[in-house]
C-alpha cells in the first residue's frame, strides 16, 4: 500500500499563489508516477499535472501551463504543485494520486492510490 498525504491548501485572494504538498510512504515502485487531480463542487474530477517519477518527466493540462509546476524531493518522498496567479476557478479540492506505471497520466481512473484532498479556495 502506498499512503499519500496532501497539505498546503487554504485561502488565498485573485493572483495570489499557494504550494501544495504531498507525502508518499509505504509501498514504492521504481517506476511509478504521481499526479495531482482537482475538484470542484458539482463537477468530475480532472487533471492537474503529473510526474513520471524515475524519469523527472512532467505533464500538465494545457489550460494550467505556465502558472502551475509540479515538483518533487526525492530525499523526502514529497511531491509540491506550486499555484502561482490563482484564480477564483481554480477554486477545487486538489488530491495527489499515485499509480504503479507512468502511463494514461491524464486519467483518473488508472490511480490506485489517492490522498484525502485539500482544500484551495480563491476569493474575488
Known amino acids: 500500500q502506498v499512503q499519500l498525504v496532501e497539505s498546503g491548501g487554504g485561502l488565498v485572494q485573485t493572483g495570489g499563489s499557494l504550494r501544495l504538498s504531498c507525502a508518499a510512504s509505504?509501498?514504492?515502485?521504481?517506476?511509478?508516477?504521481m499526479g495531482w487531480f482537482r475538484q470542484a463542487p458539482g463537477k468530475e474530477r480532472e487533471f492537474v499535472a503529473a510526474?513520471?517519477?524515475?524519469?523527472?518527466?512532467?505533464y500538465y493540462t494545457d489550460s494550467l501551463k505556465g502558472r502551475f509546476t509540479i515538483s518533487r524531493d526525492n530525499a523526502k518522498n514529497t511531491m509540491y504543485l506550486q499555484m502561482n496567479s490563482l484564480k477564483p476557478e481554480d477554486t477545487a479540492v486538489y488530491y495527489c494520486?499515485?499509480?504503479?506505471?507512468?502511463?494514461?497520466?491524464?486519467?483518473?481512473?488508472?490511480?490506485?492510490?489517492w490522498g484525502q484532498g485539500t482544500q484551495v479556495t480563491v476569493s474575488s
Open positions: 494520486a499515485a499509480k504503479n506505471r507512468p502511463t494514461f497520466l491524464f486519467v483518473v481512473g488508472s490511480y490506485q492510490y
Open positions: 509505504g509501498r514504492t515502485f521504481s517506476n511509478y508516477a
Open positions: 510526474m513520471d517519477w524515475s524519469r523527472g518527466n512532467t
